[in-house]
């Protein structure tokens, strides 16, 4: 079975702080995803991975930037956190290109204050 | 651009069948999937169907593929309280010059009254 793991489930920051949200995935693959979710919103794309040291920007990026060091882990980074930022941030995997199955982490709340 | 839209609301007898509507844009989608979200946890892929497909069962889940109209719908069957979740309809993207991507809905949450 495909399991992604998020280093956190909750997270409470000040405004100003910087955050980083990990993510791992154990099945080697290629693709992975940041997404944060609000109510009313869906989920929203923030930046994708498909390699090692390569990024791609999704629909939300500003505010934010990524890591992906290692194949297995990829990095949400919060530079300077805002209140507006506060909402759920979900991890997904997928194995070699972007449109096939999605595989989730469950999620890190993160309330910015 | 692309959109999946879904209706926000459902809300079932426990023992009714619940039918989960979502229309798309993309019709060159490869696969569209059905995610199933229960509270406090990530998403959780329940099932896909080939855009090649009319039909796919599992179980008490049936997903239909209409890709004249771009509509798909999962139709629960014999709905429990368990089943209470938010259901995320996905369609599969290529663009040129893109890895592409999968756009979601914003989601059905699925009240399940006992």
């Known amino acids: 079975d495909v399991k992604v793991t998020q280093s956190s489930r909750y997270l409470v920051k000040r405004t100003g702080e910087k955050v980083f949200l990990e993510c791992v995935q154990d099945?080697?693959?290629?693709?992975m995803f940041w997404y944060r979710q609000d109510p009313g919103l869906g989920l929203r794309l923030i930046y994708f991975s498909y390699d090692v040291k390569m990024k791609e920007k999704g629909d939300i990026p500003e505010g934010y930037s990524v890591s992906r060091e290692k194949k297995e882990r990829f990095s949400l980074i919060l530079e300077s956190a805002s209140t507006n930022q506060t909402s759920m941030y979900l991890c997904?995997?997928?194995?070699?290109?972007?449109?096939?199955?999605?595989?989730f982490g469950p999620g890190t709340r993160l309330l910015v204050l | 651009g692309e959109d999946v839209e879904q209706s926000l609301f459902l809300s079932v007898r426990e023992g009714d069948s619940s039918v989960i509507n979502c229309t798309y844009t993309d019709s060159s989608s490869t696969y569209l999937y059905w995610y199933k979200q229960e509270p406090g946890a990530g998403l959780q892929l329940l099932t896909y169907?080939?855009?090649?497909?009319d039909m796919k069962q599992d179980q008490r889940l049936t997903v239909l593929l209409n890709k004249k109209d771009k509509h798909l719908s999962l139709r629960i069957a014999d709905t429990q309280t368990g089943d209470s979740a938010i259901y995320f309809c996905?369609?599969?993207?290529?663009?040129?010059?893109?890895?592409?991507?999968?756009?979601f809905g914003k989601g059905t949450k699925l009240s399940v009254k006992p």
């Open positions: 099945m080697d693959h290629e693709n």
């Open positions: 996905a369609e599969s993207i290529r663009e040129e010059g893109s890895q592409g991507n999968l756009i």
């Open positions: 169907i080939f855009s090649n497909m």
């Open positions: 997904a995997s997928s194995f070699r290109t972007a449109q096939e199955t999605q595989y």
